[in-house]
């Protein structure tokens, strides 16, 4: 067990709707980022927080948005969904933003758009 | 753009034997080279890492060795066991972005008893 916590485990919905994906970090982990796993793309970097402010952005869509709340949980939520969006999404934290950072990965979300 | 290779996409060794897979990177920036390890239904788990300024990192049957030069990096596990069957990722980052990984496309090992 990584520590870090991503519900729900399973969430299928229907093309244009918007979902919200959780995570909490582990106990003390200031960094929270998200990555997108799927077949084709594999796993790409989203974005990143720390302590509530966002740090970096990779190939994250417009109409997806991330926030960290002052309890260093974390939300991703994808709006306008297509059938592209279809992936597992994970939840990684790290302690801080030092120069080598080793992530650890919580369990995922399975998105599933219909 | 950022890019890391990773060969082969498939491994099937025998439980004992060696297992290696190479990683290349485009980004000469890069400087920090993670390799996870993805079972079915988890997340991926940190095995080893290396930094550019060390050529080569051991841990039990798991070594990394980096080749800065040719850009090249790879994962080698020496007696290969049943439980090491998994999908394995490398990843590669600049020293300024540490969270910021680029993946490898993967490896599934497999180890036959």
């Known amino acids: 067990d990584s520590g870090v916590t991503q519900t729900p485990k399973h969430l299928i919905t229907a093309t244009g709707q918007r979902v919200t994906l959780r995570c909490s970090p582990r106990?003390?982990?200031?960094?929270v980022y998200w990555y997108q796993q799927s077949l084709d793309q594999g796993l790409q970097f989203l974005i990143q927080?720390?302590?509530?402010?966002?740090?970096a952005k990779g190939n994250i869509l417009e109409r997806f948005s991330a926030q960290q709340f002052p309890d260093l949980h974390s939300e991703l939520n994808l709006s306008s969904l297509e059938l592209g969006d279809s992936a597992l999404y994970f939840c990684?934290?790290?302690?801080?933003?030092?120069?080598?950072?080793?992530?650890?990965f919580g369990s995922g979300t399975q998105l599933s758009v219909l | 753009g950022e890019n890391v290779e990773q060969h082969p996409s498939t491994l099937s060794v025998q439980e004992g034997d060696s297992a290696v897979i190479k990683c290349t990177y485009s980004?000469?920036?890069?400087?920090?080279f993670p390799w996870y390890k993805q079972e079915l239904g988890k997340g991926p788990q940190l095995i080893i890492d290396?930094?550019?300024?060390?050529g080569e990192k051991k841990d039990q049957r798991i070594a990394v060795t980096l080749n800065k030069t040719a850009k090249h990096f790879s994962l080698h596990i020496t007696e290969t066991q049943p439980e090491d069957s998994a999908v394995y990722f490398c990843?590669?980052?600049?020293?300024?972005?540490?969270?910021?990984?680029?993946f490898g496309q993967g490896t599934e090992l497999s180890v036959k008893p």
């Open positions: 990684a934290s790290s302690v801080d933003l030092g120069i080598t950072e080793k992530l650890f």
């Open positions: 106990s003390g982990d200031l960094s």
């Open positions: 927080y720390y302590n509530g402010e966002e740090r």
């Open positions: 980004d000469s920036a890069s400087n920090y």
């Open positions: 290396i930094r550019s300024n060390v």
């Open positions: 990843a590669a980052s600049r020293g300024n972005q540490g969270g910021k990984l680029i």
